[in-house]
């Protein structure tokens, strides 16, 4: 008979489960309710009232009003329309210098590249040791021809957070439109876009315990009751072409109800559960990090083996990125899938590439640090004894494998002394 492996779930930065609460208010659209949101007849309207809705849920979680939400496939999408939409009216102002963060999520730095050869070019800030980028490197790097900065909120792989209003008051103040990453600060930390100073903020649902395949974009020149609105929303052009009454005219194709109503309700349990969700996760976290010291002090090692990447574990995050001395991420990695235990080594979107983390030798790991680390995220679904036991499990492993490698380098070492 085959034994079951109770599984430990701790890669909440790539997905999270989704909510029952957001299962139950999905399900009515997938079954009844399966109107077309752009027909006239009830079916329909009652699709269109259950969209308003959502945006009116989502709106709460940007700080905006309604009328300033456009729902996408996600974050990458909302990333690339920001970019690839202002592509035209920043180069009739001959506004052609980017700035983004070295260490931004890959659909970021991917579509600021994308414009390289419309005449583009981009300045890379780097982050501190700690993973965050300063406002005075960006103030520095602007020049009279940037028309768009780019900075995450909270970084997807160390969850170190950004001084967003000062950058956002920096943007201001020189005339320069602020775009920020908000994917991983969704649910964690408020978006406050008019005290920010954001024009563009991006989020997706399936990082808040919403469904995958849907998110949304907060864009400040959608509202076309704004004197400033109509001329903007000419300017900024929609990735897919075709439905001009769907979403403001930025994105065409009929409605994704069912994946809307969830990232609505998702949005709604964000902004009711923040702070709770926060102590939690962050407790979470300081729990399974002493977990693995108690582990290797029972073992017998020092502590000295292990690093935390970036942000300290006594700050408030969901997110810990750590290495052990000597000890290669994806042997750990496969060696805790084994028992069960679901961690990821950096960014979901690039997990199965060999080049390491570009966050983290951007942060000024060597590449074999960058090899060694590992990612853990939490979520409110999280149990304290699971949690705990990770941690002694993942501490186990890592110095089990030190000890193979030892060895292994030791035979090594031995075969070449023979072979002279």
Do not use: W
């Not at 659209?29 to 079916?43: I, V």
């Not at 075709?242 to 409605?255: I, L, P, S």
């Not at 966050?359 to 949690?387: C, H, K, P, W």
Request: hydrophobic letters at 35%.
């Amino acid at each position: 008979m085959r034994t079951v492996i109770p599984m430990i779930y701790l890669d909440n930065a790539a997905t999270t489960k989704v909510a029952p609460e957001v299962i139950e208010a999905m399900m009515p659209y997938f079954t009844d309710e399966y109107g077309n949101a752009g027909t006239l007849y009830k079916l329909g309207r009652n699709a269109a009232d259950a969209v308003q809705k959502a945006r009116e849920q989502v709106s709460l979680l940007f700080g905006c009003s309604p009328d300033h939400v456009i729902f996408t496939s996600g974050g990458s999408e909302g990333n690339n329309m920001v970019f690839k939409g202002l592509r035209h009216r920043l180069s009739e102002l001959g506004k052609k210098h980017l700035i983004v963060s070295a260490i931004e999520h890959d659909s970021v730095l991917r579509a600021a590249e994308s414009l390289i050869e419309d005449g583009f070019y981009i300045t890379y800030i780097k982050p501190d040791a700690d993973g965050k980028v300063r406002a005075r490197d960006i103030e520095d790097a602007i020049r009279p021809e940037t028309g768009l900065v780019s900075i995450m909120y909270v970084n997807n792989e160390v969850g170190s957070v950004n001084d967003i209003k000062e950058i956002g008051d920096v943007c201001r103040v020189h005339g320069v439109l602020f775009h920020t990453d908000c994917v991983q600060a969704a649910g964690q930390y408020p978006i406050d876009v008019d005290r920010n100073c954001i024009d563009f903020a991006t989020i997706s649902s399936h990082k808040i315990h919403g469904p995958k395949g849907v998110g949304a974009i907060y864009s400040r020149y959608t509202n076309f009751n704004d004197p400033n609105g109509d001329f903007l929303q000419q300017v900024i052009e929609p990735l897919i072409h075709g439905g001009h009454e769907q979403e403001y005219g930025y994105r065409g194709g009929t409605e994704n109800v069912p994946g809307i109503v969830g990232l609505g309700r998702a949005a709604e349990l964000a902004v009711a559960n923040m702070k709770e969700d926060m102590t939690e996760v962050s407790i979470f976290k300081q729990r399974f990090y002493m977990a693995i010291r108690d582990a290797l002090k029972e073992l017998g090692e020092s502590d000295n083996c292990i690093h935390i990447n970036g942000r300290s574990v006594i700050e408030p995050g969901k997110t810990l990125n750590f290495r052990f001395d000597g000890v290669d991420a994806e042997t750990l990695l496969l060696t805790l899938d084994a028992k069960g235990i679901c961690v990821s080594a950096g960014s979901a979107c690039r997990s199965r590439e060999a080049v390491p983390s570009h966050v983290l030798t951007a942060m000024g790991l060597s590449e074999d640090e960058a090899r060694s680390s590992i990612r853990v995220s939490f979520s409110r679904y999280n149990q304290t004894d699971e949690v705990l036991l990770a941690g002694d499990t993942i501490a186990r492993c890592a110095i089990a494998l030190r000890g193979i490698q030892t060895v292994s380098e030791g035979s090594g070492a031995a075969m070449d002394s023979e072979n002279k």
